[in-house]
């Protein structure tokens, strides 16, 4: 089993809807979460991060954390065609013992005009 | 400087060369990744520096890779010699171990191919 795991898609959806990306991990002391935006040649940037269960929403983004279930996923709202990219789920995996990040291997959405 | 600088951004080279590719920092960041990204293994971490102190390289084939902190505004990765499997992006990231948080923060990658 990976430590992190993603549908690598693609994921479509049309302009406008919600999109909703997934992520489970299986480091129970896992502390830090975080979700990264790659655009097709470009370096993965940060857009979210969440550390207690529920929910955190940043504009058009809500990251959603249920540490018990070990699943955390990411919502974009009013999706646009510009979001779409890869979206890379990351996890500190060492209780904060470290501050190395295990990466999943992406899912890709494309957002249909 | 609030960004990550790796250069250069694309290296072709032969088989048997040596390549070095160069990270700046986020300036006051004193943790520092290299990671390398291709289509199979997606991202993959290479190594893991806090305070120019490796902690971590075990992602790196030893024979072939090394990588250094020369200074606290410098990191390098070097491939001696290099092989067409190395082709890959190679990313440097930064952040800072006073931060709970462990963000990381991505430099714009090297793209090597090595023919």
């Known amino acids: 089993q990976k430590e992190v795991e993603q549908n690598s898609g693609p994921l479509s959806v049309p302009e406008g809807a919600i999109a909703s990306l997934n992520c489970t991990y299986s480091d129970r002391v896992s502390q830090s979460f975080f ?6 040649g470009k370096s993965p940037e940060l857009i979210m991060s969440i550390y207690s269960n529920g929910d955190k929403e940043d ?15 990411l919502l974009i709202r009013d999706s646009q065609p510009s979001d779409s990219a890869t979206y890379l789920c990351a996890v500190n995996n060492y209780g904060g013992a470290t501050n190395k990040l295990i990466f999943g291997t992406g899912t890709l959405l494309a957002v249909q005009p | 400087d609030a960004r990550v600088t790796q250069t250069p951004r694309d290296k072709v080279t032969e088989m048997g060369q040596e390549v070095t590719m160069r990270c700046q920092p986020i300036l006051g960041h004193n943790t520092v ?4 990204q291709t289509m199979m ?21 030893k024979d ?8 606290a505004t410098l990191a390098t990765l070097k491939i001696q010699p290099s092989e067409p499997r190395d082709s890959a992006v190679y990313f440097c990231a930064s952040g800072s171990s006073r931060d709970r948080n462990n963000e990381q923060f991505f430099g714009p990658g090297t793209r090597l191919t090595v023919l």
């Open chain 2, 41 to 61: 293994q997606g991202l993959e971490l290479l190594a893991y520096f806090r305070n120019r102190a490796p902690l971590d390289d075990s992602g790196m084939p």
């Open chain 2, 64 to 71: 072939r890779f090394s990588a250094e902190m020369p200074d």
């Open chain 1, 35 to 40: 979700w990264y935006r790659q655009y097709s």
């Open chain 1, 59 to 73: 504009g058009r983004f809500t990251a959603q954390l249920n540490k018990a279930s070990q699943y955390v996923s």
């Open chain 2, 33 to 36: 990744f290299w990671y390398r």
